[in-house]
Nanobody
């Protein structure tokens, strides 16, 4: 049974930092494309950052230079280090795991709230 459990969200002041964790069970993170999405109130879900099985990473333009996605294979956990946070980063952050054909797996966590406010 695949399970993704996010943690690390909370309230932080502008300019502050948070580290989100996505603890995975039921499969290994190194075999899936792992990513973080976010959804702000009244908006659609957007891809924030992703890490491929080979370790290459990609980021949406608004977080480049501020956020870093990483993976700890021994702990089977994916992280999102968020620095220089802005009020517009406020959203529910979701962890996603995807693997294509022939498995066609697409797993989601329950989300963790990040609020950036003074």
């Amino acid at each position: 049974q695949a399970q993704l459990v996010e943690s690390g969200g909370g309230l932080v002041q502008p300019g502050g930092s948070l580290r989100l964790s996505c603890a995975v069970s039921g499969f290994h993170v190194s075999n899936y494309f792992m990513s973080w999405y976010r959804q702000a109130p009244g908006k659609g879900r957007e891809l924030v950052a992703g890490i491929a099985t080979v370790g290459t990473t990609n980021y949406t333009d608004s977080v480049k230079g501020r956020f870093t996605i990483s993976r700890d294979n021994a702990k089977n956990t994916v992280y999102l280090q968020m620095n220089s946070l802005k009020p517009e980063d406020t959203a529910v952050y979701y962890c996603n795991a995807r693997r294509g054909w022939p498995l066609n797996h697409d797993y989601w966590g329950q989300g963790t709230q990040v609020t950036v406010s003074s």
